[in-house]
């Protein structure tokens, strides 16, 4: 079992920055790759990136390549989505989750925490 706790969220004026944070617990010698997601009220989860957890390597949408930037901690056992130029649209609950080297989906997920961008 993987635990997740996001932190960090909060308002922020449109064009600002924001950091959040993904501190991982418990069999994080099974995570091999970490995701950042978000859910604006009415939509559906979307997929924003990832960053396996071993090398570094990330991978991002479109929506959100050259705005934002996953990174990753290993001795904090924590990774970071860094959100630059932050429009309304942003707005959302934003959420990690953990897959494991034996799983195709993310199995482990946080509780979310809530940006709101204000125009």
């Known amino acids: 079992q993987v635990q997740l706790v996001e932190s960090g969220g909060g308002l922020v004026q449109a064009g600002g920055p924001l950091r959040l944070a993904c501190v991982a617990s418990g069999r994080t010698d099974t995570t091999y790759v970490v995701g950042w997601f978000r859910q604006s009220p009415g939509k559906e989860r979307d997929f924003l990136g990832h960053?396996?957890?071993?090398?570094?390597?990330?991978y991002y949408t479109d929506s959100v390549k050259g705005r934002f930037t996953i990174s990753r901690d290993n001795a904090k056992n924590t990774v970071y989505l860094q959100m630059n130029s932050l429009k309304p649209e942003d707005t959302a609950v934003y959420y990690c989750?953990?897959?494991?080297?034996?799983?195709?989906?993310?199995?482990?997920w946080g509780q979310g925490t809530q940006v709101t961008v204000s125009s």
């Open positions: 960053i396996t957890w071993s090398s570094g390597s990330t």
């Open positions: 989750a953990a897959r494991t080297r034996a799983s195709v989906t993310y199995d482990y």
